[in-house]
């Protein structure tokens, strides 16, 4: 079976076509550009690929027989007409519902901690013995690949409420039919699809009351607080976790340091002590909250948290890329809530000043999301806004914010925001003003154009 892959140089078209090729397929991929490691990793897999769109080598050896679509193609893409006039075509999260779901669908969703917590039960399932088919868009620190197909009845599923294609604007989680849902958050984002903080949490609440009657929802305290009644039209087993006593499985005793984070966890009678190399003060519940799904699941306490010693983190979610006497990190932190959390976290690890460069994603350009960047960046002592990478726009819809604008945005409640238009001017501020003690930290879903490997070379 052939399947060829449109924009296969996505994290997770690529971990997925990767996949599919080490199950014996035949797999082809096309994209406008490719850059490692993606292309590494595909070319290591020996997958044929090619940059462009081209019609004729896409069918060089007949119409493939599936053609995985990713969001990068366009109307006008030349492959995308083919494969529509020929109804080959299916999305990426359709591809994913198809092979990959199993009888028992354990999906991790939320606004935030759904990669990771998607990674660590896959790595836990995967440590004791469940063989589970998986898929998280991340990289993992553990030399795991992103995404496995397997022929047990177990698959863990990262659950992303973003859309599931151009011609269909549904949350790619409802194409997962979880049996178990593991929710970590509910914060308004992408207001490019859910324009009103009410449309967000009804794709949500419409997840968690499909979730049938023997099925398991484990819940974070925090949406449990935030969005009362949350679960409350759900039949499925309710399990709650959080950092106090009325959680069926509490954390407590959190201690961070620039080395990892150790803490306990409870439930019933039985207390667990674990120290994790990963950073990030939201490692307890993103722990917690996979630790309670993998018990549930009947995995012994003892069991899970020796897995979860070894669980060593994904790319780019609160990464260090440089130890000195600046400290360097990188993380996808492409949102204003996501970017809080990161930086509180470095404010309590680092004595100097924090340096923060940030790109948002799409749907946080946009006006409507302004309110949301609100004491967001207070604990940055300085914001930088670099140029912004271009974005598709609806001709019909508001211009999204430029650089400038954002950097205005947040500046109503910061004192030091600045925008650099030009790479090599943010370089060099960030080169002369930094001293020993302090962290910068870039924070988006973008590669910043080469500058995280620049600022490390000069800094060494």
């Known amino acids: 079976m052939h399947i060829h892959f449109i924009g296969i140089c996505g994290v997770a078209m690529s971990a997925l076509a990767i996949a599919y090729h080490k199950k014996g397929y035949e797999v082809t991929g096309s994209d406008k ?3 490692p490691p993606v292309s590494t990793h595909l070319k290591n897999a020996d997958i044929e690929y090619y940059p462009g769109w081209h019609v004729d080598k896409m069918t060089k050896d007949g119409d493939p027989d599936l053609v995985v679509v990713g969001n ?9 007409l083919y ?40 790595w836990i399932l995967s440590e004791n013995g469940f063989d589970p088919s998986y898929m998280f868009g991340g990289i993992s620190l553990n030399d795991m690949p992103a995404a496995q197909l397997t022929d047990s009845t177990y698959s863990v599923l990262e659950g992303d409420e973003y859309k599931t294609a151009r011609w269909d604007e549904r949350a790619k989680f409802f194409h997962y039919a979880p049996t178990h849902l593991l929710l970590t958050s509910v914060v308004w984002d992408h207001a490019d699809v859910y324009p009103t903080e009410e449309s967000y949490i009804d794709a949500f609440a419409k997840l968690v009351t499909g979730l049938p009657k023997d099925g398991t929802l484990v819940l974070s ?13 759900s039949s499925a087993k309710l399990v709650t976790y959080g950092r106090t006593e009325d959680n069926d499985y509490q954390y407590f005793d959190v201690t961070a340091t620039k080395e990892g984070t150790s803490f306990k966890i409870k439930h ?70 996501k970017a809080e959390a990161t930086l509180r976290s470095l404010k309590e690890l680092y004595e100097g ?17 302004i309110p949301g960047y609100d004491e967001k960046f207070v604990n940055a002592d300085t914001v930088i806004i670099p140029r912004l990478s271009k974005i598709k726009r609806d001709p ?55 500058m995280i490997e620049e600022l490390i070379g000069k800094l060494s």
């Not at 749907?363 to 999301?369: F, I, K, T, V």
Request: aromatic share 8%; with cysteine; net charge negative.
């Open 33 to 35: 550009g490719f850059y």
């Open 72 to 80: 990068v193609a366009g109307s006008k893409n030349p492959e995308w």
């Open 83 to 122: 494969v529509q006039e020929h109804n080959l075509n299916v999305s990426y999260p359709e591809a994913v519902a198809r092979d990959i779901v199993k009888q028992h669908s354990i999906v991790c969703a939320g606004t935030y901690g759904k990669s990771t917590s998607a990674s660590i039960l896959s």
């Open 221 to 233: 305290a925090k949406v449990a607080h935030e969005q009362q009644g949350f679960a409350k039209d």
């Open 268 to 337: 019933g009678d039985i207390i667990s002590n674990l120290q994790s190399p990963t950073l990030g003060d939201y490692v307890p519940d993103n722990m917690t909250g996979s630790f309670a799904m993998a018990h549930q699941l009947g995995i012994e306490p003892e069991t899970i948290i020796q897995s979860l010693k070894s669980y060593a983190g994904l790319k780019r979610r609160l990464e260090r890329r440089h130890n000195g006497d600046v400290a360097v990190f990188d993380d996808i932190a492409h949102s204003p809530k």
């Open 353 to 369: 000043n924090v340096y923060a460069v940030f790109e948002p994603n799409s749907g946080n350009r946009l006006e409507s999301a």
């Open 396 to 450: 019909n819809k508001p211009a999204p914010l430029d650089g400038a604008a954002l950097a205005d945005v947040i500046a109503e409640s910061h004192p030091d925001v600045r925008y650099v238009e030009d790479d090599e001017k943010l370089i060099q501020l960030l080169t002369m003003q930094t001293k020993k003690g302090d962290v910068v930290a870039f924070l988006g879903s973008h590669g910043f154009r080469g």
